[in-house]
């Protein structure tokens, strides 16, 4: 316990900071980068009322609209050039990545490498146009009908509003994922999460700042805000745990000679985490759960039809919503787990390359072994997403707390921050490395070569 006390204190020491320029310059250009999204997202969009826009925005916050506003930081209530901010991406990576387990010439390019990586990425930029064009009509359209207390949201609807809103909007989504794609390069952490991260992020410091309001004006006692703040802590300490806990299964590799050497005989292990799908059920779930009530938003003041009775079933806090939600985590664990991890493709590679799994098979009884435990994982991670999930709901249903800790934005948050913790160690470790190898090269450092004996003298 000492020495990893004394690791992690040297991974967090400023001098070996400061020595780390390249270092420096990453973390200085993913905030850079970082700053320049965020102005984006004050940016707005011509010819849109963004007070309209936001009191639109406030009736129908129940729904998709709000969950892809808060991804945005706002941006979609403001209407700015960032409305549509990194989602069609998103969507555009796992439709590829599920395409490619269902297509053979895609799965094919998945195993060539980098180059069958980089086509694969290009056709997923490809995709994220396609998708962004068709959701920044729509927005444009929808919005030249929505009208509020302080008139039209559009100030002058036609073809050139169009036109203009969506070439902003897509231009924005594909400015955002070439940053994205630069702070990955260039940067600290991965680009894309990283954005989302700063969109949730910002209206975290709003959000506690109310909420302590009402503690001091006496709308939530003082006794509850410190124990939901210690609860707060605890849900995050608990995600992290869940995120880093894995399953390591032992791979040996069986010795062979070669002429007169040996090689082989290493034994390693397969780590297979307990909550493969990572943020994908939630966000999966939680979309199709909204789509009700964002449509029925759109139709109020109409007379009530089978759509908004839906709606109110499957309202916030409602029972048959979180026997839903929690269905639907469960089935796209299980699912997406299946689509990113092949066991049988897993136990061919360790028969291809002469590994195996001590006290089983090789081949397809190692290829069940692994089905064998990565269902167990999946189930157990499936019911920690459930009760990460849940929490803020039971939180609003049953006590109407107006800020809380939980769900999807907790888990990106946590797993993008241990992300970019995990690459800035990496990077401190190279640096240290580095230092010490110059050190040893150094003049006057190490073993001096012995002069032969007797000759030394004469010359």
């Known amino acids: 316990m000492a020495s990893a006390a004394e690791q992690l204190a040297a991974n967090l020491n400023l001098g070996v900071l400061s020595r780390a320029t390249e270092l420096k310059k990453r973390l200085w250009f993913t905030l850079g980068a970082l700053i320049v999204y965020r102005i984006g997202t004050y940016i707005p969009v011509p010819g849109v009322d963004a007070a309209v826009m936001g009191e639109i925005l406030a009736q129908h916050g129940g729904g998709v609209l709000g969950m892809f506003d808060m991804f945005s930081g706002g941006a979609l209530g403001r209407m700015t050039v960032f409305a549509l901010n990194i989602m069609p991406y998103i969507s555009a990576s796992i439709i590829v990545q599920l395409m490619s387990a269902a297509i053979p010439s895609w799965e094919a390019l998945k195993k060539e490498g980098e180059t069958g990586r980089k086509k694969l990425n290009q056709y997923t930029r490809y995709l994220t146009v396609l998708i962004a064009f068709f959701q920044a009509y729509g927005i444009a359209v929808g919005l030249e009908s929505m009208r509020g207390s302080f008139g039209a949201a559009v100030h002058d609807p036609g073809i050139f509003f169009r036109i203009s809103c969506v070439t902003t909007l897509v231009g924005g989504t594909m400015f955002l994922m070439w940053l994205g794609e630069q702070i990955t390069a260039r940067g600290i952490g991965n680009g894309i999460s990283l954005i989302i991260f700063a969109g949730i992020v910002a209206n975290l410091p709003s959000a506690l700042i109310s909420t302590l309001e009402l503690g001091r004006t006496g709308a939530i ?11 707060a802590l605890a849900v995050i300490a608990f995600v992290v745990f869940m995120e880093r806990a894995q399953r390591r299964i032992p791979v040996q590799y069986p010795k062979r000679q070669v002429g007169n050497r040996m090689f082989g005989g290493d034994s390693t292990h397969l780590p297979l985490k307990l909550n493969t799908a990572g943020v994908i059920p939630p966000i999966f779930a939680s979309s199709l759960l909204l789509l009700p009530a964002t449509f029925s938003g759109f139709s109020a003041g109409q007379e009530e039809t089978w759509l908004t009775r839906i709606a109110a079933t499957l309202a916030h806090g409602q029972p048959l919503y979180m026997a839903l939600y929690v269905a639907l985590i469960i089935f796209f664990s299980f699912f997406y787990t299946a689509v990113v991890f092949n066991p049988q493709e ?29 269902t167990r994982l999946t189930l157990v991670g499936a019911i920690y997403l459930c009760v990460v999930c849940m929490l803020p709901e039971i939180l609003i249903s049953q006590y109407s707390v107006p800020f809380y800790f939980g769900g999807t934005s907790l888990l990106i948050i946590v797993s993008v921050t241990m992300d970019t913790v995990a690459q800035v160690q990496s990077h401190l470790f190279a640096h240290q490395y580095e230092g010490l190898i110059r050190k040893a090269r150094m003049p006057g450092r190490g073993p001096q070569p012995v002069p032969p004996r007797g000759g030394s003298a004469r010359r």
């Open 221 to 231: 006692s003082a006794f509850f805000i410190l124990f939901f703040l210690i609860m």
């Open 346 to 374: 897993t136990a061919d590679n360790l028969k291809k390359y002469g590994g195996f799994v001590p006290g089983i098979r090789p081949g397809a009884a190692t290829a069940e072994y692994f089905d064998r435990v990565l």
